[in-house]
């Protein structure tokens, strides 16, 4: 089944669902739903996600850091060019989903001047490029770590009781969280970390990160999240800067670094399990991109991609920071579509697009 076909059946589910929940709100809907901006139709009230740069929509822009996207050619192909600090060429997975889910407007980066007012009923974004599960993970690329992540999601529960009254607990039992992180806690530091990788093995950090996820859930539960979705670790080692880094000079995926990807997800989806039976009402799904991006990477022509080795801005190798992704980059291609990597570690929209269609159905249990 080539990629057409594919995003076809994604958004054909995506419309039925969207369908049900339409017919659902006129004949049953709750008419004392808090008013949100442009969110008439979507699916749940919020969107409330936290992670690294596969989800970040520009909180890096307002920290110092060299994990930041807010500058071309980063933003080419989104909406008005713009640079909102999202390491893509244009919609992250995330904007997908939310356009999916009926939304006409993107819920804010926490930090930036949009998260206030009525803006904050349709949801916030706490995610920070180069953090993931492990604190020190963030401190090494001076992102926001995970922890700070939910001090400030305390925060915009108070912001959001402000604006939304009593409907407040009913926007925060019924919206959607998505965690997406773990990636730069290996890449970023475990590999690259003597400390790390001479005293742990793979597994055991692994069940070390888990442990960090685990708590966090509980943390979320605590607050009132009660609608949960986790993103798995995709194939480290077939991102192009990883086979850059550690690859030997081979020009295929790093398989050891795949490898213990797949044992971190094996270990997070045990305890997503557990979880769904130790917390009364949470719905957790993972949402599992493994299979996926392995398939986008190893067989693109499959889905109407023609370059997975190398992404499209500058040489495509090793290009993920302002340092190294610029205006001044030599060699960025001048379309990203046929591209499954935007820069030496993101996927382009257009793989976004395709990742985002894979997850429909296993996203169903959240909203139905």
């Known amino acids: 089944m080539n990629s057409r076909k594919k995003s076809v059946r994604g958004r054909l589910v995506a419309q039925t669902i969207a369908l049900f929940f339409f017919l659902h709100t006129i004949v049953g809907g709750d008419a004392q739903s808090p008013p949100a901006p442009d969110t008439d139709a979507a699916l749940v009230p919020a969107i409330i996600t936290f992670g690294d740069s596969s989800v970040d929509v520009g909180n890096n822009d307002y920290i110092k850091t060299i994990f930041r996207a807010d500058f071309p050619p980063y933003g080419r192909d989104f909406k008005n060019h713009a640079a909102t600090g999202r390491f893509c060429n244009g919609k992250l997975a995330t904007d997908i989903t939310a356009d999916t889910l009926g939304f006409t407007s993107y819920p804010p980066a926490y930090l930036s001047p949009e998260a206030s007012g009525k803006n904050l009923l349709i949801g916030a974004n706490f995610a920070s490029a180069g953090s993931g599960f492990y604190d020190e993970t963030s401190y090494l690329s001076h992102s926001i770590p995970l922890s700070q992540q939910l ?103 790093v398989m050891n670094l795949n490898h213990d990807a797949q044992n971190f997800n094996r270990k997070i989806n045990a305890s997503v399990e557990a979880l769904s039976t130790q917390l009364p009402d949470l719905k957790i799904v993972v949402f599992d991109i493994y299979q996926p991006f392995y398939d986008l990477v190893t067989k693109p022509s499959d889905f109407g991609f023609f370059e997975a080795r190398r992404g499209c801005c500058g040489t495509g190798t090793v290009e993920t920071t302002s340092l190294l992704c610029n205006p001044h980059s030599i060699g960025t291609c001048p379309n990203a579509t046929g591209y499954v990597f935007w820069d030496a570690v993101h996927p382009t929209e257009s793989a976004n697009q395709v990742l985002a269609d894979s997850l429909v159905l296993a996203g169903i249990n959240l909203v139905l």
């Open 151 to 253: 001090e400030y999601f305390k925060e915009y529960k108070s912001r959001l009781a402000q604006v939304a009254g009593g409907q407040s607990s009913s926007i925060i039992s019924s919206a959607l969280y998505i965690v997406s992180t773990g990636s730069s806690d290996f890449i970023q530091n475990y590999y690259i970390n003597p400390y790390l990788y001479k005293t742990q093995s793979p597994d055991q950090f692994a069940s070390f990160l888990v442990d960090i996820f685990t708590n966090f859930v509980k943390d979320l539960y605590g607050l009132g999240a009660r609608k949960i979705g986790v993103t798995s670790l995709p194939p480290i080692g077939c991102v192009p800067a990883a086979i850059t880094l550690f690859g030997h000079w081979h020009d295929g995926c």
